[in-house]
């Protein structure tokens, strides 16, 4: 049992920054591929981001790339995302998720992705 909690969502005016924290607990002896996906209200979940167990590959949807970076520090189970110059279409509740690897690679698909914490609320205003 692998348990995911994100923390540093909340309100920025657009072209501002955040970072999010995912920190987790439980059974974190196992390699796992980390990513994020963020959901607004009637879209679709979407793949922000992923990253490798030993963090050496990355994979970004095309709509945050460039502007956002993910990384993660495995001595302290913690995954980040950091987020630049924010627009009001980032407004979403992140989510954390992992999986155990299989590969040294970055991407999986949604269904792949074995823990998911709660969401944290990212909001972007104009």
């Known amino acids: 049992q692998v348990q995911l909690v994100e923390s540093g969502g909340g309100l920025v005016q657009a072209g501002g920054s955040l970072r999010l924290s995912c920190v987790a607990s439980?059974?974190?002896?196992?390699?796992?591929?980390m990513a994020w996906f963020r959901q607004a209200p009637g879209k679709e979940r979407e793949h922000v981001a992923g990253i490798s167990w030993s963090g050496g590959s990355t994979y970004y949807g095309d709509s945050v790339k460039g502007r956002f970076t993910i990384s993660r520090d495995n001595a302290k189970n913690m995954v980040y995302l950091q987020m630049y110059s924010l627009k009001p279409e980032d407004s979403a509740v992140y989510y954390c998720a992992a999986t155990i690897a299989r590969n040294n690679g970055s991407f999986y698909y949604v269904y792949e992705y074995d823990y998911w914490g709660q969401g944290t609320q990212v909001t972007v205003s104009s």
């Open positions: 439980g059974r974190t002896n196992s390699r796992y591929a």
